[in-house]
C-alpha cells in the first residue's frame, strides 16, 4: 500500500511557473515508477510526465516538453513536477500515481490504468 499526497497548486499567471510535489509513504518508493496525470474540467485524465525507480528514464507528454520537468529524490519519497511558461490550457487538478517497476525504463508510461496508486490531486489554475 502507497499514500501520496500532492501540493504546491495554487493560481498563476500565464507565463509564471509552479512547482508540484508528491509525497509517497512507505519504504520501497525507489522501486515505484511515478507519473503526473491532470483532468482539466469537463475532460479526460491525461498524462504529463512520468519517471522510472531510478530516475533513469524520463517520459513526458508532447504538450509539455521544454516546459515541465519531472524528477524524484528518494531520500525524500517525494516526486516533483517543475512546471513553467505556464498557458491557461495547463489549468487543471494534478495528480500523482505510481506503479512497482523494477527497472529504469518504463513502458505503458502515459496509460492510466496501469498505475495502481494515485493521490487526491492538487488544483493548478492559470489565469491570462
Known amino acids: 500500500q502507497v499514500q501520496l499526497v500532492e501540493s504546491g497548486g495554487g493560481l498563476v499567471q500565464a507565463g509564471g511557473s509552479l512547482r508540484l510535489s508528491c509525497a509517497a509513504s512507505g519504504r520501497t518508493f525507489s522501486n515505484y515508477a511515478m507519473v503526473w496525470f491532470r483532468q482539466a474540467p469537463g475532460k479526460e485524465r491525461d498524462f504529463a510526465a512520468a519517471?522510472?525507480?531510478?530516475?533513469?528514464?524520463?517520459y513526458y507528454a508532447d504538450s509539455v516538453k521544454g516546459r515541465f520537468t519531472i524528477c524524484r529524490d528518494n531520500a525524500k519519497n517525494t516526486v516533483y513536477l517543475q512546471m513553467n511558461s505556464l498557458k491557461p490550457e495547463n489549468t487543471a487538478v494534478y495528480y500523482c500515481?505510481?506503479?512497482?517497476?523494477?527497472?529504469?525504463?518504463?513502458?505503458?508510461?502515459?496509460?492510466?490504468?496501469?498505475?495502481?496508486?494515485w493521490g487526491q490531486g492538487t488544483q493548478v489554475t492559470v489565469s491570462s
Open positions: 519517471i522510472t525507480r531510478s530516475s533513469g528514464s524520463t
Open positions: 500515481a505510481a506503479r512497482p517497476t523494477p527497472a529504469n525504463y518504463l513502458t505503458n508510461y502515459a496509460v492510466s490504468n496501469y498505475y495502481a496508486y
